[in-house]
């Protein structure tokens, strides 16, 4: 892969990485906020921010090569379904051997996994919100570089378009 190929793909994945890393950050911060020593806050927005922000910028590119559907609650939730317990799961050890000095996992490594699956679903709808707002402005801004994201663009645009047309349909059959 040629370094004009990686640098395109980063930053077709950027959006989702950032918003990944917000969400760890977040965790730090509310970590913090709620008394914690900033060495655990700052492990919690390293740990968890990281992995998370790879997961999205992983879906970035997914949506962007048309793998997922623009938009859709399903494919987001899906994904999340599987990354988000990932992701807290890598948070969870990595976490413990950096306070403890040991490796580990979870207790209840099934239930902790199951419930992690669980509101996954929520943190889904929080990422797809805030992904939506964030890269498409951001890919049409790199468009002028990148063909992939003035593809995807393009794509967003058709979207819109059917949008449009099936709000007027539906006006006018009322």
Do not use: K
């Amino acid at each position: 892969m040629t370094a004009t190929r990686v640098v395109r793909a980063a930053e077709l994945a950027l959006p989702g990485f950032a918003v990944g890393l917000v969400a760890g950050v977040t965790a730090g911060a509310l970590a913090l906020i709620v008394g914690q020593p900033v060495a655990w806050a700052v492990t919690t927005a390293l740990t968890l921010g990281l992995p998370l922000g790879l997961f999205g910028g992983g879906y970035g590119l997914l949506i962007v090569h048309g793998r997922v559907r623009i938009g859709g609650f399903a494919p987001v939730a899906l994904y999340w379904l599987a990354a988000f317990p990932a992701a807290r799961l890598v948070h969870e050890i990595l976490t413990r051997l950096v306070l403890t000095g040991h490796a580990g996992l979870p207790d209840d490594p099934l239930g902790f996994v199951a419930y992690q699956g669980i509101i996954s679903a929520g943190f889904a709808i929080g990422f797809l919100w805030l992904h939506e707002r964030i890269a498409p402005r951001w890919w049409h801004r790199v468009a002028a570089r990148n063909p992939r994201a003035e593809h995807v663009c393009a794509r967003y645009a058709a979207h819109a378009q059917q949008l449009r047309t099936a709000r007027r349909t539906s006006g006018r059959r009322r």
